[in-house]
């Protein structure tokens, strides 16, 4: 295209706008706030073109030219060049603010450039007004990396300097800065991308970091800072051996691409060192190589605590759901909010079915542990030989049949929270003295392990014996007796606190009906007070499998009312005749035969479970019960039961 083209296309607009041919300046000038405001806005522009601008002027120094920086409105935004020659183009205010675009100040190479959208240069008479007759100017549009113009780059100087290389070095300037501007643009997504995947990282409840192929920590996500208690800045540098117990092993399986999954480990973390699982992946290159690795860590303690609220090892029981009124029984649910808060551990004693679980449950509600696991263990019920690896867990292979990997014991589960060691006073005497060391020490050793593991748990016994007696009998550890009785909670029989059985029997008919969708029962007061009259050897938890019993039979066929001297006659039994103890007896064999001798549906009928049903027919000595009615496994059971 020729020069003479768009020259005349610029005149033709200047025209058109009504530029004056004798005026010296442009008609609008940016000032004060209006300018800050500007120059603001293309803050990133000035600060990538400065350089080029510098480099630009350095080449012509000296020759009285000048370089300007305009937005994609011609507004100036920067100039810079000889002193001389700035003092002229001042006088004629072509400063930072000042509109060089043709509707203000009519043909002009900026002006142009921005209206033609190409490299232009104006010398002398081809300016529009005749104050710029005495300049030369070059220049080009400056482009984003989308291609839309956001300013132009201008070399101005006397117009008999005029030369067509002056344009040519202008051009590559431009070159240069949109270069600039790309990789702006492409540094900026970058930097993006980076704060995308380090807030995501970040996000991540599993504690990351890497490690460099020398063994130094690298990069690291908040929960890994938490869990450490290191600062980032604090983190760079330091030896990852100096932190993971064994690392050296770690690093050779990775190397040999064995998998690295959840394995425990002890990290030393600012504040001392801690039980987790680590998972190693290594950073390979293009050759395979190991070029450093990725950590993920879990705080064994948080994933237990969100694995027990899954499985269910939490307290549900809260003292304002007991129920009772009477004054003696209400003292006891008081001293029981009052002792809940406090370390120190709880001896909860009464007979079967008083409901110490439930005071347990309730006590650890109440407690600065309410949010932790509740984990409940019967001491009765588990083999000898089972005893201590479900108390203290053990390590993989420490016996046949040991889960790889190990497994933790109720000590672990119940670690920052609180355990119910249930029939404490069935744990063996070997037992006893293991967990009197936990008990003073707060420490314990897995089975077939020898790592120290400390473990902060708020103990609550329960026992029906008197373990005084058991103390004298050698049954017991003395110092252990006195290590749990710190702060004693006996629980009252039922038939101690017979004003709170009618409230039991509402609860328990309401309750239960919706439970097994039946009808509600009424019962007669006469009932009720028959009720009341019973001597209740199976307290709360007889009281509710009679409800339960009378609720299935719909009130009409398993129990009913008899004469006032009488109390409650049951089908097939005179009430008068046989004790509790001979009633229960008669209706457990009778249950067990009816069941051809399967204890698990026999429990599940009466309401309790296997344990207890063996132990009840090894109290009644139920060898009337033929052993050809059971299978060989629960023959096997009664044969060592017996």
Known sequence: MKTKDYIERSHQR?????????RIYSTKI????NLQKRLETNSDLIVTTEPFMNQLYNFVKGSCFFAILTDEEGCILNVIGDEDVLEVAFNLEMVPGAYMNEEHIGTNAMGTALAEGIPVQVSGEEHFIKAYHRWTCSAAPIRSPQGKIIGTLNLTGYSHLVHSHTLGMVVAAVHAIEHMLRIHRTNNKLAIAKQYIETIIDSITIGIFTIGPRGYMKTINRTAREMLGYTPQEIVGLRVEDLIEGW?????????????LEEEAFIKGKKGKFHCTLSAYPILDNTDTTQGIVCAIKEIKKARKLAN??????????????????????????YGKKIADSPSTVLITG?????KEVFAQSIHNAS????????????????????????????????????QGGHPGKFELADGGTLFLDEIGEMPLDMQTNLLRVLEEGKIFRVGGNKEIEVDVRIIAATNKDLRQEVEKGNFRRDLYYRLNVLPLKLLALRERKEDIPLLIDFFLTTKSLKLGKNPVNLSKEMIQNMINLPWHGNIRELENMIEQIINAEG???????????????VGFDMEEDSLEEVEKKHIEKIVKKTEGNISLAAEILGIGRNTLYRKMKKYNTECIKLEHCSKKEQQTKGKMF
């Not at 089972?386 to 053990?394: A, D, Q």
């Not at 009409?556 to 049951?570: C, P, T």
């Open 14 to 22: 200047s025209i058109g706008f009504g530029v004056d041919h004798n």
């Open 30 to 33: 940016l000032q004060g706030d």
């Open 248 to 260: 050296k092993g770690i690093e050779d399986s990775v190397a040999r691409h064995i998998t690295y």
């Open 309 to 334: 609220k899954m499985m269910g090892k939490q307290a549900f029981y809260t003292f304002d759901r007991i129920i009772g009124r009477s004054e003696r029984f209400l003292q006891i649910v008081e």
């Open 351 to 355: 007979e079967s079915g008083t409901g």
């Open 368 to 403: 600065g542990r309410r949010e932790e696991a509740f984990v409940a263990i019967n001491c009765g019920a588990l083999p000898r030989n089972l005893i201590e690896s479900e108390l203290f867990g053990y390590e993989g292979g420490a016996f046949t049949g040991a889960k």
């Open 556 to 570: 009409n066929h398993l129990w009913q009312s008899g004469d006032a001297g009488k109390g409650i006659e049951r």
